[in-house]
């Protein structure tokens, strides 16, 4: 088992930044492909970005191309992402998930094993 704790939302104004963190408790998240989703109000789960667990390969969304980055610290069995020049559509709870079955894939939310509680982004004009 794998616990995810996120943290590092908050209340910001467009074009700040926020750095989340997801900390992982159980077991070591170097095992495991990690990705980040977010959920706005009346939608669904959409991904936002994601890290293999091997090379490091990171695939985003073209919604947050050249502004958000994902990164992962296995020593300290952590993923962050990096939101640079935040929009009020980027308002939503950001969600870690871990995942490393053989079918896992990068965007598919059901391909992924562990999940965090969320994290409330809020972006106001």
């Known amino acids: 088992q794998v616990q995810l704790v996120e943290s590092g939302g908050g209340l910001v104004q467009a074009g700040d930044s926020l750095r989340l963190s997801c900390a992982a408790s159980?077991?070591?998240?170097?095992?495991?492909?990690l990705g980040w989703f977010r959920q706005a109000p009346g939608k669904e789960r959409e991904f936002v970005a994601a890290?293999?667990?091997?090379?490091?390969?990171?695939y985003y969304a073209d919604s947050v191309k050249g502004r958000f980055t994902i990164s992962r610290d296995n020593a300290k069995n952590t993923v962050y992402l990096r939101m640079n020049s935040l929009k009020p559509e980027d308002t939503a709870v950001y969600y870690c998930?871990?995942?490393?079955?053989?079918?896992?894939?990068?965007?598919?939310?059901?391909?992924?094993?562990?999940w965090g509680q969320g994290t409330q982004v809020t972006v106001s004009l």
């Open positions: 998930a871990a995942g490393r079955s053989v079918r896992w894939n990068w965007g598919t939310p059901e391909t992924y094993d562990y």
């Open positions: 159980g077991r070591t998240l170097g095992s495991y492909n």
């Open positions: 890290i293999t667990r091997s090379v490091g390969t990171t």
